[in-house]
């Protein structure tokens, strides 16, 4: 009998009929602990949320320090509140002049409607242009861009116009016109399957928004922030966004979203009309805060360095004959294995022995490594271990 997991099921609303349901007791640095006091090392982070890991002591810190202070004092952007300004100035000073203003939102999704609203504003056009396979968040301009029919076509109508094309497909860019507000594009394809930019494809990108008047937004909400070895995952790829989106990690655990582009253009949210994007608790002071913990423990120590030390650790160590790939950069790293049962079985036997690993949205063949940034190596040889020792098994 479990009073708290009946009610789980009967009082909160599900995404699907067969959660996990695992229930937490507390956690800390690479662990979460179960209320068996059965623990777990952390594959997943929240799903790459939980950049610095667990209840970090400087984001505890952080946290705690403006809770003694103040918390929601009035909706966004009418007063000002240090942790949100702070915030913005560290994006700016490691952002280009041209993404150096950020509006500062609740979640990832909220974030991309802004930037689409902002894209049609600046460009007056009202056409997106996204990829098949892509997820951007779940709301219904977001879902009207994600290029996956079996989750929306029960949501339609959706926003009208919308063009898919292939992610890498060079010939595909003719589809960006003249009446392309944005091509909205994750700079690595998350739910796809980890899927990396190949032949300067994003600079391909950039060039046709050029030629045609059309802006490119890239969502970095799974490979920011740090995941990729840089801060941003557009830098791997030597392209600059004209809006880009930041979501996820960007917390440090806490909910966030955010949107940057040059002051010049984000002005268009403010005027004709006025309140052009509103939201009550987008830039919350003690959610900033945690963001602003976080952002500085990334850019001021050698963790985004590290990532990729870390990366050679897992792929020298995770060969197996059911692992046909391991796809993606950085600690941003998805499993490729056999089929989707293959999959499915990996990451459930491995919660059975205290790892977590968790599913892609699309690519059912794929297991989502995405660890905190500050998982140590002994964690990495932890964990892999148990991986071989499942494979070894189905
Ligand atoms: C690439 C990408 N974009 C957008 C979102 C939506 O972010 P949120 O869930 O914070 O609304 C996600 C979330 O998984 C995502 O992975």
Redesign the pocket.
Known sequence: MNALRDDFFKYQAQTTPSPLAMEISHAEGSYIFDIHQKKYLDFVAG??ACSLGHRPPSVVAAVKEQLEKYWHVMVYGEYIQRPSVELTILLAANLPESLSCTYLTN????A?EGAMKLAKRITGRSQFVAAKNA????TQG?MSIMGFEERKSAYRPLLPGIEFITFNCDADLEKIGTQTAAVVL?TIQ??AGFILPKNHYLKKVKKRCEEVGALLIL?E??PGLGRTGTLFGFETFGIVPDIL?M??GLGGGF?I?AFSTSPTLMKQLQTDPVLGHITTFGGHPVIASAALATLKRITEGDLMKKTLKKEQLFRQLLIHDHIQEIRGIGLMLALILPNAETANQLVLRCMEKGLILFWLLFEKKAVRITPPLTLSENEIREGCEIILSVLDEL
Do not use: L, W
């Open positions: 799903v790459s979640s990832g999704t909220e991309i997820y951007h968040g779940s977001a994750e998350g739910g969502d909400i799974q989106v979501g996820k909910p979203g």
